[in-house]
């Protein structure tokens, strides 16, 4: 049984950071795709970012430069660095994993092709005030 669980979500001023993380179990993590979506209130989910099976990461342009993604295949846990935030970043944050997709891993993501994934997290919610 897969199961995804977020946390480090939270309250945050514009410009300030927080960091989420995604702990894994059931499965053979490393050889997954792992990502990042959100959906904020109204919205479509959308792609963030992602690791493939190969450790290659991808960042959607809405985030580049602000936004990390790594993990820890020792502690089975995906992360994400989020610096800078603004009050646009405000949504609810998903973690996801998918055994079937290699290195298009980044690009599904990060085109958010939500669908493509096989198994979610319950989310975790960061919120940036202005």
């Known amino acids: 049984q897969v199961q995804l669980v977020e946390s480090g979500g939270g309250l945050v001023q514009a410009g300030g950071s927080l960091r989420l993380s995604c702990a894994a179990s059931g499965y053979t993590y490393s050889t997954y795709c792992m990502a990042w979506f959100r959906q904020a209130p109204g919205k479509e989910r959308e792609g963030v970012a992602a690791v493939d099976r190969d450790g290659a990461t991808s960042v959607a342009d809405s985030v580049k430069g602000r936004f990390t993604v790594s993990k820890d295949n020792g502690k089975n846990t995906l992360y994400l660095q989020m610096n800078s935030l603004e009050p646009e970043d405000t949504a609810m944050y998903y973690c996801?994993?998918?055994?079937?997709?290699?290195?298009?891993?980044?690009?599904?993501?990060?085109?958010?092709?939500?669908?493509?994934?096989?198994?979610w997290g319950k989310g975790a919610l960061v919120t940036v005030s202005s």
């Open positions: 996801a994993a998918d055994l079937a997709l290699g290195p298009e891993c980044g690009s599904t993501v990060v085109h958010g092709r939500y669908y493509a994934m096989d198994y």
